[in-house]
Structures are given as structure tokens and as C-alpha cells.
T-cell receptor, first 113, second 115 residues
């Protein structure tokens, strides 16, 4: 049972344009969400997080939006750069009582120069 | 300012052998998490440890797998009598205090190949 879903396995975007990566979840108890970026042969690198008390969090070129009623979050990268080409994972957790992250299967982003 | 360190980066074992994966958390971090990534899948939680204690092992297979985080030295994930299905990337993460909304920082992973 996949509680965190990233339905687009891959995405290609032109340099300078916006990249939008989507993530859906099924567990209404999740109340903390994170995005990680992963290059080949490396570990995931933390990008940005959001608590369920917010609907938006911004850090430089990266913005995460959370729609709790739709159980949906998205990561916007503006403007996209070739160095952003990587696999992006969203992860979720129940903030109280557990420490484990539940990861999606990832979306491979390719930013074309 | 070293990050999370894992070794070996690559490990090849034959079926039935033992695999030992090591993880040294970031300096000042006393909480360690192990995740496994099978091909074409996301990372799946295995176990959460503090120094000398296993806090949550709900993601660990019941047999052949064990983990420890001794008072001195790295955390060890041990897989006995490996089978081909154990081939995966194993990632370790660490955090400073284990509080609820704390970010986990990942190491580069150990890629285990079972022949």
C-alpha cells in the first residue's frame, strides 16, 4: 500500500522555466512533509519541508505548496537550472509518535539547456 | 565538517554470506535511521536507533537482519545469509536530537549486490 505517491516518473523542462513536481498522499495523519533531491550514486539531500499548519513554504528558487483537503503537495522550482537535474523524492511523516519518513517513488527531473 | 559517512560504498556478496554495513552519523548527531531502496522504488524505513538502543525496528525483516549503534563506533546494519533479493542501496540518516520535525541527513549509501 503506497501511502505517498509520485505519479510522474519523469519530467523534462527547459532551462529558465518552472518545474512542478507533484506528490499525493493517502494517510490523513501525515502532518509533516519534506522534499529531497538525489543525484546518482549519492544519498538524498534535504531541500525543503512544510508543516501541515502551513500551505506554502519558500526557500530561494524552491517553493512547496500543501493542499491538505486534496492530500496533495507540489514542489515548484523557478527558474529551473541544469544543475537541478536529479531525482526528487517527497516524504511524509506523522509528526508525533514516529520518526520514520514514508517516501514516494521519486520523479526524475531533467532540465534542458 | 563531515556529513554522514557510510562504508563500504559498494559491497558484493555471494548468497549465504554475511553483509556488514557501517554508518557514522554527523558530528553531534546521536540518532541514526536506516533505509533501503530497491530498484525503481522509494526509500523504505528499516530501523531507528539511538546510542545503545533500538527505538523502532518496525521496518526490519524479522529474520537475518539486525542493527546496532554501540556507545563507541559506528552503527552497523548486519544481514546474515544474504539472498539475491537483498540487493539494494542501503542509506543511513542521522539527526541531532530525534525530535519530531527534525530533518534527517542522509549518507551516500552502500550498494549491496548479492550474486
Amino acid at each position: 500500500d503506497q501511502q505517498v505517491k509520485q505519479n510522474s516518473p519523469s519530467l523534462s523542462v527547459q532551462e529558465g522555466r518552472i518545474s512542478i513536481l507533484n506528490c499525493d498522499y493517502t494517510n490523513s495523519m501525515f502532518d509533516y512533509f519534506l522534499w529531497y533531491k538525489k543525484y546518482p550514486a549519492e544519498g538524498p539531500t534535504f531541500l525543503i519541508s512544510i508543516s501541515s499548519i502551513k500551505d506554502k513554504n519558500e526557500d530561494g528558487r524552491f517553493t512547496v505548496f500543501l493542499n491538505k483537503s486534496a492530500k496533495h503537495l507540489s514542489l515548484h522550482i523557478v527558474p529551473s537550472q541544469p544543475g537541478d537535474s536529479a531525482v526528487y523524492f517527497c516524504a511524509a511523516k506523522v509528526a508525533s509518535g514516529t520518526y520514520k519518513y514514508i517516501f514516494g517513488t521519486g520523479t526524475r527531473l531533467k532540465v534542458l539547456a | 565538517n563531515a556529513g554522514v559517512m557510510q562504508n563500504p560504498r559498494h559491497l558484493v556478496r555471494r548468497r549465504g554470506q554475511e553483509a556488514r554495513l557501517r554508518c557514522s552519523p554527523m558530528k553531534g548527531h546521536s540518532h541514526v535511521y536506516w533505509y533501503r531502496q530497491l530498484p525503481e522504488e522509494g526509500l523504505k524505513f528499516m530501523v531507528y536507533l539511538q546510542k545503545e538502543n533500538i527505538i523502532d525496528e518496525s521496518g526490519m525483516p524479522k529474520e537475518r537482519f539486525s542493527a546496532e549503534f554501540p556507545k563507541e563506533g559506528p552503527s552497523i546494519l548486519r544481514i546474515q545469509q544474504v539472498v539475491r533479493g537483498d540487493s539494494a542501496a542501503y542509506f543511513c540518516a542521522s539527526s541531532p536530537t530525534g525530535t519530531e520535525q527534525e530533518t534527517q541527513y542522509f549518507g551516500p549509501g552502500t550498494r549491496l549486490l548479492v550474486l
